[in-house]
Nanobody, 122 residues
């Protein structure tokens, strides 16, 4: 069993920054690929970014600007740094895990966290 726990969300003003964290517990899959997704109210969950197991390869959604994904495998944690936030970035942000790197499809990810709410006020 793999548990993913996100943290770092909150309320921020437009133009501000947040750094989300996703920590893994349970069975160790720290070297597996990780993805970040978000779901705004009334919308489908969409891909934000992903990172390979070693952290050397990264993939970003074209529609998402100002984000940087990184990881610290010693801490079993993946991060999403978000800068220049806009009101349209308001969503629940979730991290997910899969064996192979390179997918933007939510259905390809096996394990999911509960998500952390990010609210950007204008």
């Amino acid at each position: 069993q793999v548990q993913l726990v996100e943290s770092g969300g909150g309320l921020v003003q437009a133009g501000g920054s947040l750094k989300l964290s996703c920590t893994t517990s349970g069975r160790t899959f720290s070297n597996y690929a990780r993805g970040w997704f978000r779901q705004a109210p009334g919308k489908e969950r969409e891909f934000v970014a992903s990172i390979s197991g070693g952290g050397g390869s990264k993939l970003y959604a074209d529609s998402v600007k100002g984000c940087t994904v990184s990881r610290d495998n010693a801490r079993k944690t993946v991060y999403l740094q978000m800068n220049s936030l806009k009101s349209e970035d308001t969503a629940v942000y979730s991290c997910a895990s899969r064996t192979l790197y390179g997918s933007r499809r939510r259905d390809d990810y096996n394990y999911w966290g509960q998500g952390t709410q990010v609210t950007v006020s204008s």
